[in-house]
């Protein structure tokens, strides 16, 4: 069982910055495939970016190429979000994900991540 938790979300001016974390804490043999992904009122879940087991490979979706930065730490606890040049249109509620471990590559798809954090708020302000 993974446990995540993500925090560093806020409301910031367009234009600006902010870096959400996920930690995650459990029973992980090593770092699983993780994503992010964001939900806006009255819209589905939608994909944000993604990253394979071994931190190799990144993908991101195209609204925010560019722009954001998905990054992990050396301990193969933590993942980041580095959401540059924002824009209000990013407003949502935050969500890291994971995969099980059996799983090498990242998938653009809610349904095949196992793992959820609570979720964090990011406001953008125009």
């Known amino acids: 069982q993974v446990q995540l938790v993500e925090s560093g979300g806020g409301l910031v001016q367009a234009g600006g910055s902010l870096r959400l974390s996920c930690a995650a804490s459990?029973?992980?043999?090593?770092?699983?495939?993780m994503g992010w992904f964001r939900q806006a009122p009255g819209k589905e879940r939608e994909f944000v970016a993604a990253i394979n087991w071994s931190g190799d490979q990144t993908h991101y979706a195209d609204s925010v190429k560019g722009r954001f930065t998905f990054s992990n730490d050396d301990t193969n606890r933590a993942v980041f979000l580095q959401m540059n040049s924002l824009k209000p249109e990013d407003t949502a509620v935050y969500y890291c994900?994971?995969?099980?471990?059996?799983?090498?590559?990242?998938?653009?798809?809610?349904?095949?991540?196992?793992?959820w954090g609570q979720g964090i708020q990011v406001t953008v302000s125009s």
């Open positions: 994900a994971a995969r099980l471990p059996s799983y090498y590559s990242y998938s653009t798809y809610p349904r095949d991540y196992d793992y």
């Open positions: 459990g029973r992980t043999f090593r770092r699983p495939a």
